[in-house]
């Protein structure tokens, strides 16, 4: 998997150079461990008329056909490999801390269940080298724009680092959707709230 965050939104590209570790691992649909799950109360999440901020565009994916909007200025790509995704990041320095907006999409054959499509992903993040202490801190259903979802709140250390993470698991008629925020803790707290605005913004495009 390779991914280079060159271009400020709403540029995509096929991406070319290897990034470091943390970003490689997420856009693996890499999401998830063990341990105790705090369970919280059902959020749903509606986009308004007000949604749009200035500090956030619109983006229609032309592959999969949903919509969303991205933090003006943050750098986006397209990643490469076996799986689609697109990946967002605060700054496209890979030497400095950063935070970054993940979607993976996967195509949904049969009846889906988000729960364990959730499990799924966690098991897969789980054996990628150099994480460790992986917790579920939260865990609650969710409806994002009228679609069923889950989502999720993750920490662990990845190569000695610690992270933050949220998913939310969006299911449509015919595609799966991971879309994350994932962060070192030390700045987690800085893009959580942003993360909720632009989950409200979420529309899948299953005809």
Sequence with gaps: MKINFLHRVPS??????????????????????TGAVATSSAVAYRATNTTLQSDLLPYHDPTYNFDMQFP????????????????????????????????????????????????RAEATIQGQAGVTGFTIDDSHPATVNGLSAQERSYSYTLNQQSIRQRSVYIGDQHQLYDVSLVAPRALYGQYDQLFSTIISTFKGGSP
């Design 12 to 33: 995509i590209s096929k991406l070319s150079q290897t990034a470091s570790s943390l970003f490689i691992l997420l856009v693996l649909v890499a999401c998830g461990g």
């Design 72 to 119: 003006r200025s943050w750098y986006i790509g397209q990643t490469s490999g076996s799986g689609y995704g697109i990946a967002a990041a605060s700054s496209n320095d890979p030497t400095q801390p950063r935070a970054a907006l993940i979607v993976a999409v996967e195509p949904v054959t049969g009846t889906l269940n988000l729960v364990q499509a959730a499990s």
